[in-house]
Structures are given as structure tokens and as C-alpha cells.
């Protein structure tokens, strides 16, 4: 049975999976936040301005909150009443806003950041052994600051991060200042592009600076500090010739290893601009944690990896590939709601069989040729054009995903279904997408019907033969 999705209200998105985060009512166009943290303690001071169009008379305004002590609430620089109830705050402003009215909603507030609960384990802000890492997907926004938490309400950013000056801050967006006072750095960071909340990310950490491309942390505007470059050549980056500025923020003792697991990401960043087209953002920021990590974190304009992922034999570098094709698929292009995530998931998973192919791997028919066998053996009960809340993470809908995509290219043929990908993540930069919206650029680029195609691969639970 397809999801349909509840009728949004004050309090509800109206995605058919997550209804509980989101709100109706507005849209979100600037957070700016200030964020003063001391890492020892997990000690968050912080204030959030939200700047928003209603989309709807209201005479409230509800974010998705986590648990925190709210100090002071303004609505248009002015008090408002707040109540706080489970994971909402309900703003209610002095006097009601008109539809089509802009509005700006402060809130001050103070605690110990903790990730959200949820079906996939705690996401959101989460404590290192010597730092701090945000990882929000899908649901995990909250836990650091008041927000419309769903994909699409994308909005720009400013983020401040105040904290010890041993510690070296990437949020995710361009650095355009940093200053330092006796014992503590102040770093801010600008998003001007449309974000959905669960793909910013703050990372602290004792970190070295490594600039792969362009400029490091250490040039915003004039300010100047130490860089560690990585080499050109053996041991190095092997091919940069992407004008996009890269950099990482990485452990002293993983360097070594990093420079070897890491070496090839400026042929990455060139090759998937040919099939896509150009890199959607200012910059690409890799974050190498002390800790381990279960999986690597996807964030705008950000990959973070866990120790455990650097290991000097390139052992993962398929996953290198995959958060870096994110930055158009998912980041750039943002699912509208959560039943699409196969146009995340599936794009990420093909380009990593692409690669294989274009360094010297397997193919990517024979990857697709192995997957589908072990697909085939798992239950077929799943859809990937709607997988259901239980499963939007399952590795079918990854698998499958790339399944489709191999299969559409052996339906309509190597020139349109190239031309495909790279319209498609053209002409969407920065927007919402669907599945009908990709069904429908798939058909215009083939000159023809695709129905029946579609209704095998997305919307039939058993797998259809490969072609």
C-alpha cells in the first residue's frame, strides 16, 4: 500500500514517515546560530535566530526542540510565550502573523546537548572522547538547535562556534572569520546555499588542518595560521585538476594513513563533475574522528568518517566515493519527503560501481551482476519507491537502488542515460525531488514511455531479471 502523507498542521510536517518532525505553517529561509561550547563538560550556550515566511495565518509558531533550558523567547524583538512539550516548542507571539507575513523567531537557551532517540539508535549531537560530532540523519537537528526539522524546508545558515583554542571547529559552510581571545577561538561559518537541517554539522576536535585543494581553515579572509598541504605524486593526491577547494580536518596520527586512503579524492571530485556536472557547493570538507564510527556521516558539504574507516590500504574507498556523490544527490538534490530516499541512496551506491570501473575495479556490470544474485536471495517485501519508516535505510533500497539505475541505462542506452544523470542533477541544484519528477526526466531523455520499466523496478517487490 502506498504512504500517503497526513494532512500537515501547526505541529506536523505531513511526511508520511516522520509526521512528528516538521511543522506546518511557515518556511524557514536563515538560522542564524551562536553556539558557545566547552567541550569537558558538554556545556552548550547558545541562541538561535529564525528568520521564516508564514505560509498560513498563525497565531503560534512550533520547532522541533531538544532537551534544553530555554532562557528567553522573542518574536520579532519582542517576548513571546513558550511552552515546551516532549520534543516541541510552541512559540505563541504577541500578535497573530498574517499569511505571506516574514517573522523572526529568537531563542536563548542552555543545557547539555544529547542525541535524539530513535528507530536507527541516538543521532544528532553527540560527545567524542575528546571533542564533539553532529550526525543528524534523519532526525537528529533537535538536539542542537530549534528548527522545522524536515528535508524540505531547506534554509541558508550562519553558524558561530565558540570554543577552547586547542580544539579545531568545521561546521558545515564557508569559514569568513576566526578570533581568538586569551583561551578560547570563535569560528563562524556561512551556508548560503538551501540546507536541510538534518545535513548541518558541527565537528570539534584536536585536529590538524590539511588543505587537499584551495585554501584551509586557516585563510578565511585574511587570516592567517599554519596549513599542513598534502604532496602531489606518489604517497599524495595523485590528479587535482577540480578548481573546488577541499581540505580535512584529521588526527596528527592518522596522516599517514589519510594521505594514502584519501589520495585519489581530487580524481573523485573530477570525475564525478564529468557525469554530473559541477560540484553544487563552495567547498568539500572531509572530517577524519578520533573515535570509531559505526558508518561515515553525510552533511552539506561535509563527509565524516571514523577512525576505523583509515587504515592506509584504501579498504574503503568506496565509501569516500559515496558520501562525495551525496553532495549532489541528497545534499543538492533533497528528497521532498522521506519516501524517495532511493534517489539518495541508489545515485550513491551506482556512482561508487562507476568508479570502480573508471579506477581500475570492477566493473560496474559486474558489480550489478553480483548484487542483483544477492539481492535475489533475500525476501522480496520491500518497494523501493517507498520502502516504508521501518526500512528507509535497508540496504536493498541502496542495492536495489543501483540495480535501477544500471537497468535504465540498458533501456535507454549509454548517451541518454548519461545526459539523464547530469540534466537531472542540473536542473534540480539546490532543490526538492520526487520519484514521479525523476520518472518523468527518465521518459522525456528516452523519447518515450517508461512505465512499465518503472512499475518492475520501484513499485514491484520482486526483483526483475537484469538486463
Not at 405 to 416: K, Q, S, T, V, W
Request: some cysteine; aromatic content about 10%; hydrophobic content about 40%.
Amino acid at each position: 500500500m502506498i504512504s500517503k502523507a497526513p494532512a500537515p498542521g501547526a505541529d506536523t510536517s505531513g511526511d508520511p514517515y516522520l509526521p512528528a518532525h516538521g511543522n506546518g505553517g511557515y518556511r524557514t529561509r536563515h538560522y542564524d546560530l551562536s553556539l558557545d561550547y566547552k567541550v569537558a563538560p558538554n556545556r552548550l550556550s547558545a541562541s538561535a535566530v529564525i528568520t521564516a515566511e508564514a505560509t498560513q495565518a498563525l497565531s503560534r509558531v512550533s520547532l522541533d526542540f531538544g532537551e534544553f533550558r530555554i532562557n528567553r523567547v522573542l518574536v520579532d524583538g519582542k517576548p513571546a510565550k513558550y511552552l515546551k512539550r516532549g520534543t516541541k516548542l510552541h512559540v505563541k507571539p504577541a500578535k497573530s502573523i498574517p499569511a505571506g507575513g516574514a517573522f523572526i523567531v529568537e531563542v536563548h537557551y542552555v543545557g547539555n546537548p544529547r542525541p535524539v532517540g530513535s528507530r536507527w539508535g541516538d543521532v544528532g549531537w553527540d560527545e567524542l572522547t575528546d571533542g564533539a560530532l553532529v550526525a543528524s540523519q534523519p532526525v537528529g537537528a533537535p538536539s542542537w538547535f530549534p528548527c522545522n526539522d524536515h528535508p524540505s524546508d531547506k534554509a541558508a545558515y550562519r553558524v558561530s562556534v565558540t570554543t577552547a583554542s586547542p580544539y579545531l571547529v568545521a561546521v558545515t559552510g564557508t569559514l569568513v572569520e576566526r578570533s581568538t581571545s586569551a583561551s578560547t577561538t570563535r569560528w563562524v561559518f556561512e551556508r548560503p546555499e538551501p540546507t536541510a537541517t538534518y545535513l548541518m554539522s558541527v565537528q570539534i576536535g584536536r585536529y590538524d588542518d590539511v588543505e587537499l585543494t584551495g585554501r584551509g581553515w586557516g585563510s578565511p579572509a585574511g587570516v592567517g595560521a599554519r596549513l599542513l598541504t598534502l604532496g602531489f605524486g606518489r604517497g599524495g593526491v595523485e590528479s587535482v585538476a577540480s578548481a573546488v577547494p577541499q581540505r580535512a580536518a584529521v588526527p596528527p596520527r592518522l596522516r599517514r594513513a589519510f594521505e594514502r586512503d584519501f589520495g585519489r579524492q581530487g580524481r573523485m571530485m573530477e570525475f564525478l563533475q564529468r557525469l554530473f556536472g559541477s560540484y553544487p557547493f563552495g567547498e568539500y570538507v572531509i572530517v577524519i574522528t578520533d573515535d570509531d564510527l559505526d558508518d561515515p556521516i553525510e552533511a552539506q558539504g561535509m563527509a565524516i568518517f571514523g577512525a576505523n574507516h583509515v587504515d592506509g590500504r584504501r579498504t574503503h574507498e568506496r565509501l569516500v566515493l559515496h558520501e562525495l556523490a551525496h553532495q549532489w544527490f541528497g545534499n543538492s538534490l533533497t528528497v521532498a519527503d522521506w519516501r524517495h530516499i532511493w534517489l539518495n541512496e541508489g545515485f550513491a551506491t551506482y556512482a561508487e560501481w562507476l568508479w570502480s570501473e573508471e579506477s581500475g575495479g570492477l566493473s560496474a556490470s559486474a558489480l550489478a551482476r553480483s548484487w542483483h544474485a544477492r539481492i535475489k536471495a533475500k525476501p522480496a517485501d520491500v518497494r523501493i519507491a517507498d520502502p516504508g519508516v521501518a526500512r528507509m535505510f535497508d540496504e536493498r533500497v541502496y542495492k536495489r537502488g543501483g540495480l535501477t539505475l544500471h537497468a535504465l541505462r540498458a533501456e535507454i542506452g549509454d548517451p541518454a542515460f548519461f545526459a539523464l544523470l547530469k540534466s537531472w542533477a542540473e536542473e534540480h541544484r539546490h532543490g526538492l525531488v520526487t520519484t514521479e519528477q525523476f520518472v518523468a526526466a527518465a521518459e522525456a531523455h528516452a523519447g518515450r514511455s517508461l512505465g512499465a520499466f518503472f512499475t518492475r523496478w520501484l513499485h514491484t517487490p520482486a526483483l526483475p531479471p537484469l538486463p
